[in-house]
């Protein structure tokens, strides 16, 4: 082999350089180029014997140029020698895992899959980087007073201090048979409008009744059900069909109920014959209130219950709520002659003194302060159930038995 030729070493083509010329054992260094990896290495072999032009020794040394970046999002190799301001391209920032969502907090670029986000493309140029991250050193704490010192290096704004409210007595619920209180309420502009028109049509109609107490041609009659007018003094002498009883609207059906005939349809609702014979009523007489059922319904805010009752025009001189703790007694006058009464035995315990009625023109609201901020169940507290006896569980047991059989 000659001195400045090529020779393979290993996996490695090297060229050889002596370092003392002439003598019969030098160091040689040699730079080699690896088949397939295109890696370039320096190595030094000690101890050569070239006197029949072979190399006797193998390397004891050896400095790869090819070392890895540790730059994030890189992780190749590079040679220290050729290592350009634009060679590396990497993530200058940390690793971002949210909500399943992965990706780099220096670019906006996130994935749910942890493959893609490996293979993320840098987003900046610089050079490589060979110095290896240091690894964070856990404090080996001995003592309790390393241990205070280790706590207040810690940050600060990564502890949160969550002070749970104190928990507050239950309320003893007090007894029904508390003295009642009259509630307050206020009258709505709307209602007091609302009144004043029904007055003034009142008034007018009295003044025409009271001018003539002749039945006018055309009047119809005031019995349910009954369609007919008057026509003159034979309608007098003519049998009236017509219903005794109220109607009644429920669940979308529509009946008397002196005959229970019930229909969906308003207008054969409408044309029902009459189940009762007797005589036209063309002035409809005062007999004073009524009283009829109303709809109403509930709900409830943090701090107070609402009840909301659906009746017009009610008269607030004739309309009253009286209330304790735990009870509600309701009474409304409404529309001239109808009358609503409801008695209310409270799921839950109220301040009366903090409590409002309000009346407008299509409905009253009951505003009711609840004693305790706390969700009510329902709005009425059921009924309790008296406890059975020896005997009444002996006689349930021995239906349960005979069924069985």
């Known amino acids: 082999m000659e001195e400045a030729g090529w020779t393979r070493l290993g996996a490695d083509l090297c060229r050889v350089r002596p370092t003392t010329p002439g003598s019969a054992t ?31 020794s193998t390397c004891v040394s050896q400095a790869t140029m090819s070392v890895l970046c540790y730059n994030k999002g890189c992780g190749q190799r590079f040679d220290p020698e050729n290592n350009p301001d634009d060679g590396c391209t990497y993530h200058p920032g940390v690793p971002v895992f949210h909500d399943a969502l992965k990706g780099w907090s220096c670019c906006k670029r996130r994935t749910t899959d942890f493959s893609d986000f490996l293979s993320i493309v840098g987003c900046t140029k610089g050079p490589h980087d ?25 940050p600060k704004f990564n502890e949160y201090i969550i002070s ?28 007091k409008q609302a009144l004043e028109k029904l007055h003034l049509s009142e008034d007018a109609e009295e003044k025409k009744e009271e001018d003539s107490d002749e039945i006018k041609i055309g009047t119809c009659c005031k019995n349910g059900g009954c369609t007919k007018s008057f026509e003159g003094p034979a309608s007098d002498a003519e049998v009236c069909a017509y219903h005794s009883g109220f109607p009644i609207f429920h669940e979308g059906m529509k009946y008397w109920t002196c005959c229970k005939r019930k229909t969906s349809d308003f207008n054969t609702f409408l044309s029902q014959e009459g189940c009762t014979k007797g005589t036209h009523l063309w002035r409809k007489k005062d ?19 609402i009840i909301s009752i659906y009746a017009k025009n009610a008269i ?25 009464e409801q008695k209310i035995s409270l799921w839950g315990v109220i301040d009366v003194s903090k409590s409002m009625v309000n009346m407008m ?8 302060k609840k004693s305790e901020p706390m969700s009510w169940a329902r709005l009425d507290l059921p009924p309790s159930v008296p406890p059975t006896t020896e005997s009444e569980k002996k006689e349930e047991e021995a239906d349960s038995e005979d069924e069985d059989e």
Request: hydrophobic fraction near 30%; include cysteine; charged fraction near 25%.
């Open 316 to 340: 607030p001189e004739l309309c009253y709520v009286d209330a304790n703790s735990t009870t509600l007694n309701i009474r409304i006058i409404f529309e001239g002659e109808k009358e609503f």
């Open 130 to 154: 060979k110095e290896k991250p240091p690894e964070p050193v856990k404090p080996d704490v001995t003592s309790s007073v390393e241990k205070k010192e280790a706590d207040d290096q810690k």
């Open 287 to 305: 007999t004073g209130k009524k009283v009829v059922p109303c709809r109403f319904d509930w709900h409830q805010t943090g701090s107070q219950v």
């Open 164 to 191: 749970a409210p104190m928990p507050q007595k239950a309320i003893r619920r007090p007894s029904a048979d508390e003295p009642i209180v009259r509630m307050q309420h206020k009258v709505s502009a709307s209602l």
């Open 26 to 56: 030098s160091v040689y260094t040699y730079s080699s180029e690896r088949f397939g990896s295109g890696t370039r290495t320096h190595a030094s072999i000690l101890a050569v014997s070239h006197t029949s032009g072979h190399l006797t």
């Open 361 to 368: 023109a299509a409905k009253i609201e009951v505003a009711m």
